[in-house]
């Protein structure tokens, strides 16, 4: 079945970097975009931005740019997502989700989810 | 920046119809998509491109658009639907940039 399974949870102090990862399996990789969305305690979901691992594409929210970056790995069907310059406001849980990108908005597959906590 | 817009909560009795509400200028030409959430849980696709139902999902879960507004109705509501439920969609100006309601809690009275 289309699963993709996340990294474990992460603690982190403050202006650390975080790395989390998110392999996919049961479909084929490249065939769709990866969105990453945090959401922290008590709060909404928080779009942060897409990958495509077809061609590298890749689109940031505004707010993140300058402090993110997104990569996949073809051969081990996986998805990357760094965070540097961490803050407190940064702890959240980040889901990884399938989907995302040019004409196929919706997330139809999602990760159970990393934590990351930021704290000094 | 874009935003849509949602009830902070909704109440209904088991068995019942609820309609959750999502307005946003940019929904007459981007498509919507809906999301359960459970407490502890990853967000679970229910809706997407604005009433087409992922495999899975019971049919009392519907949606639907009309202008600047959509809506997920959960029709014969029972006790496990109480979640949060998120709308999403993207911006039409050309970044197509996805965006997030601030979510609507369904409670089951």
């Known amino acids: 079945q289309v699963q993709l399974v996340q990294s474990g949870a992460e603690v982190k102090k403050p202006e650390a970097s975080v790395k989390v990862s998110c392999k996919a399996s049961?479909?084929?990789?490249?065939?769709?975009?990866i969105t990453w969305v945090r959401q922290a305690p008590g709060k909404g979901l928080e779009w942060m931005g897409w990958i495509s691992p077809y061609n590298g594409k890749r689109n940031y929210v505004e707010k993140f740019k300058g402090r993110i970056n997104m990569t996949s790995d073809t051969p081990t069907s996986t998805v990357y997502m760094d965070l540097w310059r961490l803050r407190s406001d940064d702890t959240a849980v980040y889901y990884c989700?399938?989907?995302?990108?040019?004409?196929?908005?919706?997330?139809?597959?999602w990760g159970k989810g990393t934590t990351v906590t930021v704290s000094s | 920046s874009y935003e849509l817009t949602q009830p902070p909560s909704v109440s209904v009795s088991p068995g019942q119809t609820a309609r959750i509400t999502c307005s946003g200028d940019?929904?007459?030409?981007?498509?919507a998509s809906w999301y359960q959430q459970r407490p502890g849980q990853a967000p679970l696709l229910v809706i997407f491109?604005?009433?087409e139902r992922p495999s899975g999902i019971p049919e009392r879960f519907s949606g639907s658009s009309s202008g600047t507004t959509v809506t997920l109705t959960i029709s014969g509501v029972q006790a496990e639907d109480e979640a949060d439920y998120y709308c999403q969609s993207a911006d039409s100006s050309g970044t197509l940039d996805v965006v997030f309601g601030g979510g609507t809690k369904l409670t089951v009275l």
């Open positions: 989700a399938r989907g995302g990108g040019p004409g196929r908005q919706y997330l139809d597959v």
């Open positions: 491109k604005d009433s």
């Open positions: 940019a929904l007459p030409k981007q498509y």
């Open positions: 049961g479909y084929i990789f490249i065939s769709q975009g």
